[in-house]
């Protein structure tokens, strides 16, 4: 017999059906004892359940709460009247049936408004390659921790893939509690992302010279959008988003990213419009490229494109190495500028957090071993 579900819309009304029912539901079944040995004390609870949009009460599986040696039947009966609590809550029980997908865009329209641009990208993608397929047909309350631990079992990449698509479940699951949808923990709160595939990836900022190796085997239109993130620190979106007012020497305005898939122009990052110092010969390369105010200076420039030409220019020298990439320019920036001097570096990066760009700061191997030397100039040269 198939089950009926229910959308948000639909809650208020089934609300108040319940409460002009006589009486609400109310569930206080006897406690047993089993007829083993080692007796147990155990109880069946009546469970209201939508069938058909009809009320109906069934007969749940036996719950067990203890040996008879060790529990006694007043604790017994205390330890079943606390279970029945949930079930006895008529409006509760009738939030918990509604279907996943229907909370799904209930989270949408109240819930990722909130949220960055880019933010809400990253969850419509993982809601809609992960999640609503393997939920999106299920009632809330036929979700539990068995079938979350299931599913990211079955979720195929990173460790850390698997670990932001659980995130973004969480979160749903944390939005439904706080809409009184369910009153039961979080199922996804100890459910385990596994070991996964990882790759190892190498942050090191490669040495000055192997940049400009790079450069060199690069050509237009892409030479210039790699200039500007390695001296500017623009992301790809946002360099792919500058449009002709971007262009402001001495300062180069970030306004707009660029969506890598769709193309379309949105705001930077939560508070990254921003002005960057913009070097004389590359404003002139860019003022080359203006064509009008709010016309973008590389409006042909697609993402796969630039990432193809860097990454087997990269390759063809023997630079490229698992982490390095177009975002790898911003590190390049950090690590470069703060080698000397770094003044005004955090607003440079449209960073928040004084620590999140020094996780941007990558010294390379030459770096360090100056740094080294210079230690122990310091202790051979405090030995009198």
């Not at 790809?236 to 305005?253: A, M, N, Q, T």
């Amino acid at each position: 017999m198939s089950h009926a579900v229910i959308s948000p819309r639909d809650i208020l009304s089934l609300q108040e059906e319940a409460q002009n029912m006589g009486r609400n539901f109310y569930s206080k079944p006897k406690v047993h004892r089993t007829a083993a040995r080692a007796a147990r004390w155990y109880f069946r609870p009546s469970i209201p359940t939508l069938d058909n949009g009809a009320w109906v009460s069934k007969l749940g599986d036996r719950i067990y709460i203890g040996l008879c040696s060790e529990v006694s039947k007043r604790e017994a009966d205390r330890a079943r009247d606390e279970y029945c609590k949930t079930l006895n809550r008529t409006p509760a029980m009738v939030q918990s049936q509604i279907r996943f997908a229907d909370l799904v865009e209930t989270y949408r329209q109240v819930y990722l408004p909130t949220l960055a641009i880019s933010t809400q990208r990253g969850y419509e993608t993982r809601i809609n390659r992960h999640i609503l397929p393997a939920f999106g047909d299920r009632q809330l309350c036929k979700i539990g921790p068995r079938e979350i631990q299931g599913w990211i079992n079955g979720i195929e990449g990173t460790v850390n893939t698997r670990k932001v698509v659980l995130a973004t479940l969480a979160s749903i699951f944390e939005a439904a509690a706080d809409w009184g949808y369910t009153q039961e923990r979080n199922p996804c709160s100890r459910a385990k992302v596994g070991a996964g595939t990882r790759q190892e990836r190498d942050l090191t900022v490669p040495e000055p010279h192997e940049i400009a190796a790079l450069l060199a085997v690069t050509h237009e239109p892409y030479t210039t959008a790699i200039e500007v993130g390695l001296y500017c620190g623009l992301r790809p979106g946002e360099v792919r988003g500058l449009v002709g007012r971007s262009v402001d020497p001495p300062y180069l305005r970030v306004i707009f990213n660029r969506d890598r898939k769709t193309g379309e122009l949105g705001p930077p990052k939560r508070r990254s419009q921003r002005r960057v110092a913009l070097p004389e010969w590359l404003a002139e390369k860019l003022s080359a490229l203006v064509t009008a105010p709010t016309a973008l200076l590389w409006p042909d420039l697609e993402y796969s494109a630039l990432w193809e030409h860097f990454n087997t220019r990269s390759k063809m020298i023997g630079l490229w190495k698992p982490g390095f990439s177009l975002h790898a320019l911003r590190r390049c920036y950090a690590t470069y500028r703060d080698e000397l001097g770094a003044e005004g570096l955090q607003e440079a990066m449209g960073h928040r957090s004084a620590t999140m760009t020094q996780r941007y700061i990558k010294p390379g191997v030459r770096r360090q071993l100056e740094q080294v030397e210079a230690m122990r100039s310091m202790v051979v040269g405090g030995v009198q």
